[in-house]
């Protein structure tokens, strides 16, 4: 790779569920207060460049799983000058159903995914509910056949996409969990998806319940921390903290997208 390219980066909210801490933590009190979790797809983008970070899910998912859907995932991009269609990269950081549901709206993307993360969707885990609830069958159907087309893009570990942009197998939520670690104005920046679902998992190391291997998840957190800057600039995948520490993307985007590639709030 050449020198370093220097991005924006965005989260987009699409979605929100209201839940209890016992619902996100695995030593969660169920007598505490409400835990909510906010739902987003990233865009990443330079003059040369750009990269979508998973794609959501669908209405009919979200009716079906009892999510609140605010706004389709290919609008919310819309509304940052991104056509879906026009996509060349697409990072999918797992193939659970809120992170690579409407791929199909990305018809000229290349899908970039670890190894580990395919074996696990396929594989013997995936005979048990409680690994396989958070998947969408149709979905790792429907993404077997763009291996079969030649439009997935495989990675074993680390790997970098482009100058300034590199995919990190992290594990723990997933067997192939991956986060995007992004260079920006203000240096290095870990998009975790949800390596950490929310900032509490990693800061007090209390991981979240859905999980393929909580050793490797708290190991994850340790690793989240060596890839960014500064462990302040480690977005988690679903807190809606998000909204309230980064400045709305621009006018008529408050509640929407926030700017990631700045100094978040205290």
Do not use: C
């Amino acid at each position: 790779m050449h020198a370093t390219e220097d991005y924006e980066v965005y989260a987009i909210r699409y979605a929100t569920l209201a839940r209890k801490a016992s619902d996100n933590f695995i030593d969660g009190d169920p007598h505490e207060e409400g835990s909510p979790l906010d739902y987003f797809v990233w865009l990443v983008r330079s003059p040369a460049r750009t990269f979508v970070v998973d794609t959501g899910f669908e209405l009919r998912v979200a009716e079906r799983r009892g999510r609140k859907m605010l706004l389709a995932p290919d609008a919310g991009l819309a509304r940052l000058g991104v056509d879906a269609a026009e996509v060349r990269d697409v990072i999918i950081t797992h193939l659970h159903y809120d992170h690579v549901g409407n791929f199909a709206l990305f018809p000229n993307a290349r899908f970039h995914l670890q190894d580990k993360e395919m074996q696990y969707a396929t594989g013997r885990h995936m005979a048990q509910s409680i690994f396989s609830h958070a998947y969408e069958v149709e979905e790792v159907v429907g993404m077997v056949r763009e291996v079969y087309r030649g439009r997935v893009q495989f990675y074993d570990g680390d790997a970098a996409l482009a100058p300034g942009l590199s995919v990190h197998h992290i594990g723990g939520h997933t067997m192939g969990i991956q986060s995007v670690r992004v260079h920006t104005r203000i240096g290095w920046i870990v998009l975790a998806s949800d390596a950490t679902h929310l900032y509490a998992n990693m800061e007090q190391v209390r991981p979240f319940p859905i999980v393929h291997s909580v050793g490797a998840m708290v190991e994850g957190y340790r690793r989240l921390r060596e890839l960014a800057d500064d462990p302040r600039w480690i977005v988690p995948g679903h807190d809606p903290l998000v909204m309230q520490r980064y400045p709305a993307a621009g006018p008529g985007l408050e509640g929407i997208a926030v700017r990631l590639d700045v100094e978040p709030r205290a």
